[in-house]
């Protein structure tokens, strides 16, 4: 009915112009999300601007049909995008600048279309952001719920078919052999695409709000269900066939079998919705007549005009913000001042009756946990009694490094968290006479513990992940530093006595260790 519009010149240079800026700006940041799709729990995000993509060509002839009108309003997520630029830039944190590019993208997009147009692909927009990998600290959060959810299910599971399977944390003990939930098995490589899955799957259903909001909701408990079922079969198919079967075919066929079975859950439940609760015709009807909406088709003159270069003024604007951005980004110096510091191999073993032995990690673990400097030691007293000390030191927590919070790891080794908060602990000579770090008293069987950690950081202690992104974001803009450390001490609560004296035994090593860290950190 319309014939397709000719792009004025002028809009390919403004085009061009805005590739330029943002690809100077965000080529950094978008050449590490690559990298992390390559690991296999952020694969699916290949195919996610290709989804896009089909979204928009979808909507091409409402594109086409609807004039645009040029609104200041996108100036507010434009300003907001470039503010998020800087915290990422400063903070260290990838995640603040991939959503600080999609804020750009849909302020630049609202300043040329007007929100009429832009309401037009809220859909392909929303789904962008299924292309950015999360947050650290969070990725590891998430994948320790959903390792130990997913292994409490399935040894349910296992129970119920009348195997003997018990527990401990993401390990999972048969008997004749132990199954660990590792984070291939986390069930986050299926959880995040099966998610997608619920969300294009209600969109293209498009029916009332309720009913595609139950779809996507649906998907959450989907994705652990099925992989608390996948781990029980791995689990059953060890005791009939052992490893060769479970760990060979059956791990590569069930990842593909969780999505072709969730997907047809999906589908029966849109079955059910149409029987249960049908369309009436007033919303078919209606949906008709959005689809159908008539809309003035915009025309446009294809000659070259250098006035229009410079037309709307939005665009002038946002050019300028831009390359403004681009400049002081390039020109103002933000390099790291890294202080000098003391080896941690210089740690004393010696300190008052404490006497240690010092431990080491294997290297796969120090690149996991990219940390510059590190020292593990078991000290014990007069008595036999231990205090684990472990301290990791960090010379920058700049894109792609950060501290791992040791809140993350315990539960995971089978750590069940009886009592967590934070405790102040009275050390003299520090500010205001105390020191406030983070308590965990943990129990596994019958073994008791009891562990503080805290996170010295340029003067400062923290106690968590949010505090050292906050701050770090802080110093870097005002001390080019964001250099830090984690401090974990642990203590076995012995039988015999309660945890008051693993406390007492606790705080009075913190008392001792503390003054001697200063010399280090």
């Given at each position: 009915m319309n014939s397709l519009l000719k792009i004025r010149p002028?809009?390919?240079?403004?085009?061009?112009?805005?590739?330029?800026l943002l690809i100077s700006l965000y080529y950094p940041s978008y050449h590490y999300m690559i990298s992390v799709w390559g690991g296999a729990d952020y694969t699916y995000c290949y195919i996610v601007p290709f989804i896009v993509l089909y979204l928009i060509w979808e909507n091409r002839n409402s594109l086409r049909q609807t004039?645009?009108?040029?609104?200041w309003a996108g100036l507010v997520p434009l300003l907001l995008g470039l503010l998020f630029f800087w915290m990422g830039e400063l903070a260290g944190e990838y995640y603040t600048l991939y959503i600080s590019s999609w804020l750009v993208a849909v302020g630049l997009c609202w300043l040329h279309m007007g929100w009429h147009k832009l309401k037009r692909i809220w859909f392909p927009l929303f789904i962008s952001l299924a292309m950015f990998p999360l947050p650290q600290f969070l990725n590891t959060k998430i994948t320790l719920r959903l390792k130990l959810l997913s292994s409490e299910l399935g040894v349910a599971i296992m129970?119920?078919?009348g195997m003997s399977a018990h527990r401990e944390g993401n390990i999972i003990d048969l008997g004749y052999t132990q199954l660990q939930v590792v984070d291939a098995c986390s069930g986050l490589?299926?959880?995040f695409p099966l998610i997608l899955?619920?969300?294009?799957t209600a969109y293209f259903y498009r029916a009332r709000f309720w009913k595609s909001a139950l779809i996507v909701l649906s998907t959450a408990p989907l994705a652990i269900i099925t992989n608390g079922l996948r781990i029980a079969l791995t689990g059953m198919l060890y005791e009939m066939w052992e490893a060769k079967i479970a760990e060979g075919f059956f791990h590569g066929f069930s990842g593909w079998f969780i999505f072709m079975f969730s997907l047809g859950i999906l589908l029966l439940e849109i079955w059910i919705l149409n029987k249960l609760f049908p369309e009436s015709e007033e919303d078919i009807a209606s949906k008709?007549?959005?689809?159908?909406?008539e809309i003035r088709e915009e025309t446009r003159n294809s000659k070259f005009e250098f006035r229009r270069l410079f037309s709307p003024p939005q665009f002038v604007a946002a050019i300028t913000l831009l390359g403004i951005t681009l400049a002081v980004f390039n020109e103002v110096e933000f390099r790291e001042k890294i202080p000098i510091k003391r080896s941690f191999a210089e740690f004393p073993l010696k300190i008052n009756k404490w006497t240690g032995g010092r431990e080491f990690m294997e290297q796969k673990f120090i690149d996991a946990l990219d940390l510059s400097d590190y020292v593990i030691v078991n000290y014990e007293d007069p008595m036999g009694r231990s205090v684990n000390f472990y301290a990791a030191y960090y010379e920058s927590q700049r894109k792609g490094e950060s501290i791992h919070s040791p809140g993350t790891c315990l539960p995971g080794s089978g750590?069940?968290?009886?009592?967590?908060?934070?405790?102040?602990?009275?050390?003299?000579g520090f500010h205001g006479g105390s020191m406030r770090v983070r308590r965990a008293y943990t129990q596994k069987g019958v073994y008791r513990q009891l562990a503080y950690y805290w996170f010295p950081q340029r003067g400062r202690i923290l106690t968590n992940a949010y505090q050292l992104k906050i701050y770090n974001f802080w110093d870097a803009l005002t001390k080019h530093r964001t250099d830090g450390a984690l401090v974990r001490v642990v203590t076995p609560v012995y039988e015999g006595e309660g945890p008051q004296k693993a406390e007492e035994r606790l705080q009075g090593f913190v008392q001792e260790i503390v003054p001697i860290l200063n010399q280090f950190l």
């Open positions: 002028e809009s390919c240079l403004k085009g061009l112009l805005y590739g330029l004039i645009s009108h040029a609104s129970q119920l078919w490589r299926y959880f899955l619920g969300v294009l008709a007549k959005e689809t159908r909406e750590w069940i968290f009886n009592q967590a908060g934070e405790i102040d602990i009275p050390t003299p």
